[in-house]
C-alpha cells in the first residue's frame, strides 16, 4: 500500500514546526520547511541541526539517520515551494487572520489535490477552510509538544472534510508512530477542551486566595497522578497561549467556566506569560527555564505550634479507615480502632494484618516491623473506649446525618482539648462541627484511596477551627510522611473541586457524540501524560460517587457548567456504576 503524502510541506518553524518537519523528515518523506524571510529560515535550520545533533548525542538518533534526515529536509521562505507538497502543514502563530492569509495563499499555489492542515490548537478549522475554494481538502492536525515524545495526533474534521482525506491523514499520522484520535471542529478539541477548563479553575482558585499556588500544585500531582500541577502547566504553556484557547472556548460555549479568569488577563498584561519570559504563577531562574527560584513563597503553613497527638483513635472498619489506621501504625502511633461492634473491628484489624503481610512479601516491611505494627492496634467496639485519646479521625459512611451523630457521640465521650477529624471527601467540615461544642477542635483530614500508597493529605479547616488543631494535624501529616495541603471548607476541597468537573465535561464531551470513550481517554493520556483516561477513572472511582460529588459541587457553586451531566445521571439510574457492578461508561463484564 502507497504510503500518504510522499511530500509535505511544514509552514512556520517555531518549536512546533520544527518538530513536525522533523519527525515527517524521519519517516522517511521529502520535507520542505517555509519561514517568512530568508533571517528566520536560516535559524530555523540551524534550530534542527543543533537539535537533531543533540538527539545523537543523546542516543535518540543515529549518525546516519541524521544524515539522511537533514539530506530529505529543504529549508526556505518561499512560500510557492508549497506547490510541490502532497500536504502542507500550517504551524504559525495562533492568531485566526495571519492563518487565513496563509491558507488562501496556499489555495492559489497548490494543486487541487494537495491537502491543506493547520496545525491550530484552539481556533475554528472551519474558519480557516474558507479562506480557500478547497474545504474538502483542509482538516486539523494537531501535533503535542514536544513532538519527538508525545505520541497523540488530534485528526480535526470540519462538516466539509472528505472523510478519505481524514482517513489518509489518520494514516500519515500512524506512519509517523503516532496515535490518531478524531476530533470535530470544536475549540480546544478534545484534549485542550477538557485541559483548559480544568486549568482555567485552577487559576480562579489561586486568584479567590482559597489555597497556596503550591498546595493546588501538589494537591492534583499527589491526588491524581498527574505529572504537574495546574498552575506549573500554565507557565509551561504560556499565559497567554491559554488564555488564547479560552477565549476560543468561551466565544464557542459561552459557559462561564470558559471564560479566562481575571488573573490570567493581568499576567498577560504585566508580560508574564510563564517559563519563556522567566515570571508567571511562578518566578523562574531565566527566561526559558523550569528551575523555580521563590518555590517557598506563598506556601507558609500555619505557624502555630500544634497539640501533642501520642494516641490515636479511629472510628469505621471499612477500606479508608483501615487503610488509615496502618498509615498510623507503621509510623509508631497506637491506635484504637473503634467500629459499631467487636466483631467489626476485629475483622477490620485482620484485614490490616492481610495488607501488613503483603508488604512484607514486597519487601516493603520486615517480619519485626509488621509484628510491631499490628501490636499497636486495639480493636474496640464502643466509642466510649476513645476517651482518653488525643486524636480521633472519623473514617465512617459519606452520610452527613451518620456523620453529625457520630460527631456528637465524640464530643460527648472524648476529653477535652482532643482534635476531632473527618475524612469526608465531599461534605461540609463545619456540619460535622457544627454537631459538638467544641467546633475549634474539628477539622478536616481528608486521605486518598489507598491511605498507605497515596501521599496527599487535605487539611481542611473550618472558620472555626483552632489554628493550633490545624497546626497538629499539619505536624502529624509531616510524622506519618504524608504531604498536607490546606484549604478552606468548600465543596471539593481542592482535588475533587477541579477533578470532578473536568470528569464531567468528559461526560458531556461523550453525550454530544464529539468522541467516543476510547478516544477520549487514550487523547488524555497520550495528550498530557495522566495515568488514566477519564473514564477510565470514573469507572474506577464509582459512578455514584462521581455524581454525589458533582451534585455537591454544583449546588454549592450554583454554575450552571458544573451540573451533573445528564448521561451520568441516567447510567448511574440504570444501575451501571463501573467497575463494582461490572459496567459503567464500559463493560468490564466481558473483559
Known amino acids: 500500500m502507497e504510503r500518504p503524502f510522499p511530500t509535505v510541506a511544514v509552514v512556520g518553524l517555531g518549536t512546533m514546526g520544527a518538530g513536525v518537519a522533523v519527525a515527517v523528515a524521519r519517516s522517511g518523506r521529502r520535507v520542505i520547511g517555509i519561514e517568512a524571510d530568508a533571517g528566520s529560515a536560516a535559524r530555523a535550520l540551524a534550530r534542527i541541526e543543533e537539535a537533531t545533533a543533540h538527539a545523537v548525542a543523546r542516543e535518540r538518533l543515529t549518525a546516519e539517520e541524521r544524515a539522511g534526515l537533514l539530506a530529505r529536509l529543504t529549508v526556505g521562505h518561499a512560500l510557492e515551494a508549497a506547490a510541490e507538497a502532497d500536504l502542507v502543514i500550517e504551524e504559525v502563530p495562533e492568531q485566526l487572520e495571519l492563518k487565513r492569509r496563509v491558507f488562501a495563499e496556499l489555495d492559489r499555489i497548490c494543486p487541487a489535490s494537495t491537502v491543506l492542515a493547520t496545525g491550530t490548537t484552539a481556533l475554528s478549522v472551519t474558519r480557516i477552510a474558507a479562506a480557500t475554494a478547497r474545504p474538502d481538502r483542509v ?25 478519505q482525506v481524514a482517513e489518509d491523514a489518520a494514516a500519515f499520522a500512524r506512519d509517523l508512530g503516532k496515535e490518531p484520535v478524531a476530533a470535530g471542529d470544536r475549540a480546544g478539541f478534545v484534549v485542550n477542551g477538557l485541559l483548559f477548563a480544568y486549568l482555567n479553575q485552577a487559576a480562579a482558585m489561586y486568584e479567590s486566595k482559597y489555597a497556596t499556588r503550591e498546595d493546588i500544585d501538589a494537591a492534583m500531582r499527589l491526588g491524581c497522578g498527574l505529572p504537574m500541577g495546574p498552575l506549573a502547566l500554565l507557565d509551561l504553556i504560556g499565559v497567554d497561549t491559554a488564555r488564547t484557547v479560552l477565549e476560543a472556548m468561551y466565544e464557542q460555549s459561552r459557559d462561564r467556566l470558559h471564560a479566562p479568569a481575571p488573573i490570567l488577563g493581568q499576567l498577560v498584561a504585566a508580560g508574564l506569560l510563564g517559563r519563556k519570559t522567566g515570571r508567571g504563577f511562578y518566578t523562574y531562574e531565566a527566561p526559558g527555564s523550569s528551575r523555580v527560584v521563590e518555590a517557598a513563597a506563598g506556601a507558609a503553613k500555619s505557624a502555630a505550634p500544634g497539640r501533642e497527638v501520642r494516641s490515636i483513635g479511629v472510628c469505621g472498619s471499612g477500606t479508608m479507615a483501615t487503610g488509615i489506621v496502618e498509615v498510623f501504625v507503621k509510623a509508631g502511633y497506637p491506635v484504637l480502632l473503634a467500629a459499631r461492634s467487636l466483631e467489626k473491628a476485629e475483622r477490620a484489624k485482620e484485614r490490616l494484618a492481610k495488607s501488613l503481610e503483603r508488604s512484607v512479601a514486597k ?175 470514573l469507572d474506577v472511582v464509582g459512578l455514584d460517587v462521581s455524581l454525589t460529588i458533582e451534585r455537591v459541587l454544583h449546588q454549592e457553586f450554583r454554575e450552571p457548567g458544573l451540573a451533573a451531566a445528564p448521561l451520568l445521571e441516567h447510567l448511574v439510574a440504570a444501575g451501571c456504576l463501573g467497575r463494582k457492578t461490572g459496567r459503567g461508561f464500559r463493560d468490564h463484564a466481558r473483559r
Open 139 to 163: 482538516l486539523g492536525l494537531h501535533f503535542f509538544n514536544p513532538v519527538h515524545t508525545m505520541k497523540l495526533v488530534e485528526v480535526v474534521r470540519t462538516v466539509l472534510t472528505a472523510p
Open 363 to 537: 519487601g516493603r516491611l520486615t517480619a519485626r516491623q509488621r509484628d510491631a505494627a499490628l501490636g499497636l492496634v486495639t480493636p474496640v467496639g464502643q466509642y466510649g473506649e476513645l476517651a482518653e485519646v488525643d486524636l480521633v479521625v472519623e473514617a465512617v459512611a459519606e452520610d452527613l446525618a451518620v456523620k453529625r451523630e457520630l460527631f456528637a457521640t465524640l464530643d460527648a465521650i472524648v476529653r477535652p482539648g482532643a482534635v476531632l477529624a473527618t475524612t469526608t471527601s465531599s461534605l461540609p467540615v463545619v456540619s460535622c462541627a457544627s454537631a459538638t461544642r467544641r467546633p475549634q477542635d474539628v477539622v478536616g483530614m481528608h486521605f486518598f484511596n489507598p491511605a498507605p500508597a497515596m501521599r496527599l493529605v487535605e487539611v481542611v479547616s473550618t472558620v472555626l477551627t483552632a489554628p493550633d488543631v490545624t497546626a497538629t494535624v499539619l505536624e502529624l501529616c509531616a510524622k506519618v510522611r504524608k504531604h498536607p495541603v490546606e484549604c478552606g471548607d468548600r465543596a471539593g476541597f481542592i482535588v475533587n473541586a477541579l477533578l470532578f468537573p473536568y470528569l464531567n465535561d468528559a461526560v458531556r464531551m461523550l453525550q454530544e457524540h464529539y468522541a467516543t470513550v476510547d478516544d477520549i481517554d487514550t487523547a488524555m493520556k497520550l495528550g498530557c501524560g495522566y495515568p488514566m483516561g477519564p473514564f477510565e477513572l
